[in-house]
């Protein structure tokens, strides 16, 4: 069986670490695995199949020798280190938001439009966290009548933000449960005990830019050039997974029944029919796991041909790193 060289650009933080767990997890067949990171973290090791591996700094020539390079960096270094990554002929699959929005880059949940992958020049883009679980909750039903529009509440897990989202969760809950003042700087108001109707640069329409990822983002990946998307993205005190209230349009009627039964028939999402007795997820369901749950579909009151529904997802697992292993492995089972 063909090895593969791999190397992890930011193996050191969240979403990083999280792509060495997948891919021990996925068993897949790797040679080498190279974990880089900044010079801060140089020299640190990595746990991967029981061995204790060295973090190396990333360098330009760093990636001599791979065959897949998985991104989970800020998009300005993986910019930087793009055309590096290219040039040594390895694959670079980008968790970042740098080229999402690249008509030469494809854009790829590998449930949804996997093919989309093989279209690549050397790189490949992760989708956002939100986008990836809203879309595959709906990708079924798409299935059975194009989705022209949507109406999408996000609610977002404090470890979107990175460790440093959980960590002021933790010290504001334990400062409040103690009686002292709740100190916030990750977040634009205290987020214990509280929700924040807000997440990223606002633009000049209104929307955040975190906002708008659902509909660009989700029209590159459902082939959907005309599709429309309002989008509210709210900050909640919750530790992991992300939840998301969907409302959608289809060109033509989709049951209740019908929608209940693409939802269980797609790959990677589960119909919540009994859990403890609810039809519905929450985010402890899913986390550390990388199934999509969806629930509570109902029709639309407000329109025809319109279905509203509930979905959670682990955004560090299938909203990130699980998404991108994915991608690695479609891409290594056709070499």
Request: aromatic residues 6%.
């Amino acid at each position: 069986m063909k090895q593969y060289n791999v190397a992890i650009l930011g193996a050191t933080g969240a979403v990083g670490r999280e792509m060495l767990k997948v891919l021990e997890e996925y068993q897949l067949p790797i040679g080498r695995l190279l974990p880089l990171a900044s010079f801060r973290s140089a020299g640190s090791t990595v746990s991967f199949r029981g061995t204790e591996i060295p973090v190396q700094e990333a360098k330009s020539d760093s990636f001599t020798g791979m065959d897949f390079v998985l991104g989970a960096v800020e998009s300005g270094q993986a910019r930087q280190f793009a055309p590096a990554i290219v040039k040594s002929g390895a694959v670079f699959v980008d968790n970042s938001s740098a080229f999402r929005m690249d008509p030469d880059v494809p854009l790829v949940v590998p449930e949804i439009n996997g093919q989309d992958a093989f279209t690549h020049k050397g790189i490949v883009a992760n989708p956002n966290c939100s986008t990836i679980i809203t879309l595959m909750a709906v990708a079924g039903i798409h299935q059975l009548s194009p989705i022209t529009s949507m109406v999408a509440v996000t609610y977002q897990a404090v470890s979107g933000a990175g460790q440093n989202g959980l960590i002021e969760l933790e010290s504001q809950m334990a400062d409040l449960s103690s009686g002292k003042p709740a100190v916030f700087q990750t977040f634009p108001a205290q987020i214990a005990l509280n929700v924040i109707p807000h997440i990223g640069e606002r633009l000049e329409n209104g929307y955040t830019a975190e906002e708008m990822k659902m509909q660009n983002e989700g029209r590159r990946i459902l082939h959907m050039p005309q599709l429309t998307v309002t989008c509210t993205c709210v900050r909640v005190p919750v530790m992991r997974s992300h939840y998301i209230s969907v409302t959608l349009r289809t060109q033509n009627k989709v049951t209740v029944a019908q929608a209940e039964s693409a939802i269980a028939a797609f790959p990677g999402c589960r119909l919540a029919e009994n859990l403890s007795g609810r039809d519905y997820p929450t985010p402890l369901d899913t986390s550390d796991q990388d199934l999509v749950c969806a629930g509570r579909v109902r029709e639309d009151l407000t329109c025809e041909n319109g279905l509203t529904l509930w979905c959670c997802g682990d955004q560090i697992r299938k909203g990130a790193a699980s998404n991108a292993v994915q991608i690695l492995r479609l891409l290594a089972q056709r070499t």
